[in-house]
């Protein structure tokens, strides 16, 4: 009996650590286990940057991410404009924005792109000089990376995308221009200008292998840094064809217009200033050495001094069609808007 009674004590001080918890179906009860309550989120201190999980610009989605920088009349950067002074218009219909914010340190992709033609003989030693001086300055290991094209009848790649700044002063060193001598035919000065930007916008650009399947979602620049007189004699595709391939790959195109002795005989400056202009860049004309090296120093701080916006497109359909973009500024008569045209609508995928 007294044995009985002892089991029967046993059980009733044990009863209540068993009722007190309930487990999940397949998981042990822990003992002394405490439910946990959740901890309110910690506040984000405000950053330049966007971070990681922020939906508005992950690519994937339906929305439209938008960089764009502003000047003033003397072609200074402006970096004052505030989001209320901001409309955006796609084809001509106002859009909410759900991002906006200045930018100066977002991973940038660079293609430098060299005319090795006749006209640039005189000019080059000066070229590779800044070109090496902007990479220096402008390109982050680890972060940014930049490619090196020449053409002249045909395109030829010096250097893929890196983010080593001696494998792109190597290849710079390794560029040697040499005039062409006897009977080469047409071609002897010819130049592929067109070609030279569609294949930098198309191959260069639009594939990045140093950033993984999962860094998709962040926002990456996209520049092309021309140096030529914008003459073509050559391509086998059109400057239509140019322009739209850097639409597609989201390239902004630098041109520097630049001949023999810094001369402007022959420099095409109505090719390069609607290349550039259709695309969100500018067009530069130096006169000598000083300005070409003031040049690459302007499009520097130009790339470091944009704004983001992005914003949800009315219009949803996924037809593949080209989109206008305008961007205003209310107010600001002394301020100009330097951004891409536009771009193509995602395609709705046919499932199989």
């Known amino acids: 009996m007294r044995i009985v009674i002892t089991l029967i004590a046993i059980i009733v001080l044990l009863a209540p650590a068993f009722g007190g918890q309930k487990s999940k179906p397949g998981q042990k009860p822990s003992q002394g286990q405490k439910p946990t309550q959740a901890k309110p989120q910690d506040k984000q201190a405000p950053n330049d940057d966007i971070a990681e999980d922020e939906g508005t610009v992950r690519l994937g989605t339906d929305l439209v991410n938008l960089l764009f920088s502003a000047v003033d009349r003397n072609n200074r950067v402006v970096n004052d404009i505030r989001q209320e002074e901001i409309t955006i218009l796609e084809d001509g219909r ?10 100066s340190t977002l991973p940038i992709n660079i293609a430098i792109l060299m005319d090795l ?13 800044a070109a090496s001086q902007f990479l220096r300055s402008v390109i982050r290991p680890g972060k940014d990376s930049a490619a090196i094209l020449t053409f002249q009848d045909d395109v030829e790649l010096a250097q893929g995308l890196t983010s080593k700044i001696d494998s792109l002063n190597r290849a710079l060193d390794s560029i040697q221009y040499a005039r062409r001598f006897g009977n080469t035919g047409a071609r002897r000065q010819a130049t592929a200008l ?11 650009l639009a594939r ?27 391509s086998s595709r059109k400057l239509e064809e140019a322009i739209d391939r850097a639409w597609r790959s989201g390239a902004v195109v630098y041109a520097i217009g630049i ?11 109505d090719i390069l200033r609607r290349v550039s202009e259709e695309t969100g860049g500018r067009a530069y004309f130096p006169h000598g050495p000083d300005d070409l090296m003031e040049d690459f120093r302007q499009i520097e701080h130009e790339l470091r001094s944009q704004y983001l916006v992005a914003y949800s497109p009315t219009n949803t359909a996924r037809d593949g069609s080209f989109r206008r973009i305008e961007v205003q500024v209310a107010g600001r008569n002394d301020v100009r808007v330097v951004h891409r045209r536009g771009y193509y609508a995602p395609v709705e995928e046919v499932k199989k």
């Open 117 to 129: 033609s006749g006209s640039q003989e005189y000019t080059f030693p000066q070229e590779k000089m």
């Open 208 to 234: 990045d292998p140093y950033r993984s399947a999962m860094a998709d979602e962040a926002v990456t620049r996209r520049a092309i840094i021309l140096l030529t007189d914008g003459v073509d004699n050559a």
């Open 259 to 269: 001949g023999d002795r810094f001369r402007f005989e022959g420099v095409r400056e």
């Open 194 to 204: 067109y070609d030279a930007i569609y294949i930098a916008a198309d191959e260069v």
């Open 94 to 103: 106002p859009q909410q924005l759900f991002t906006f914010k200045r930018e």
